[in-house]
């Protein structure tokens, strides 16, 4: 079992940034896939981005250009860099994981809040 701790989130105003951060433990397989999701109230959750263990990046159309997300694969960590966040932008944000053999795990979520 995977366990995953985010941290980062906070209140910013328009035009501002945050980076989250995520740590991975627990049995984790050298491939594996790590990612944000967020859920604003009302809607659905949706991928923000991803990124595999070895691979380019993925990223939702929304925050191409804005958000850069990475890995510390030594370490088990993935970042979200937050540029240019919008009120749009406000949500819970999930840290998830996908293993090389289809288990997956998620975190508590962590509030970002974008506003004057």
């Known amino acids: 079992q995977v366990q995953l701790v985010e941290s980062g989130g906070g209140l910013v105003q328009p035009g501002g940034s945050l980076r989250l951060s995520c740590a991975a433990s627990?049995?984790?397989?050298?491939?594996?896939?790590m990612g944000w999701y967020r859920q604003a109230p009302g809607k659905e959750r949706e991928l923000v981005a991803s990124?595999?263990?070895?691979?380019?990046?993925n990223y939702v159309d929304s925050v191409k250009g804005r958000f850069t997300i990475s890995r510390d694969n030594a370490k088990n960590l993935v970042f979200l860099q937050m540029n240019s966040l919008k009120p749009e932008d406000t949500a819970v944000y999930y840290c998830?994981?996908?293993?090389?053999?289809?288990?997956?795990?998620w975190g508590q979520g962590t509030q970002v809040t974008v506003s004057s």
């Open positions: 627990g049995s984790i397989s050298s491939s594996n896939v």
């Open positions: 990124i595999a263990s070895v691979g380019s990046a």
């Open positions: 998830h994981i996908r293993l090389f053999w289809g288990a997956t795990s």
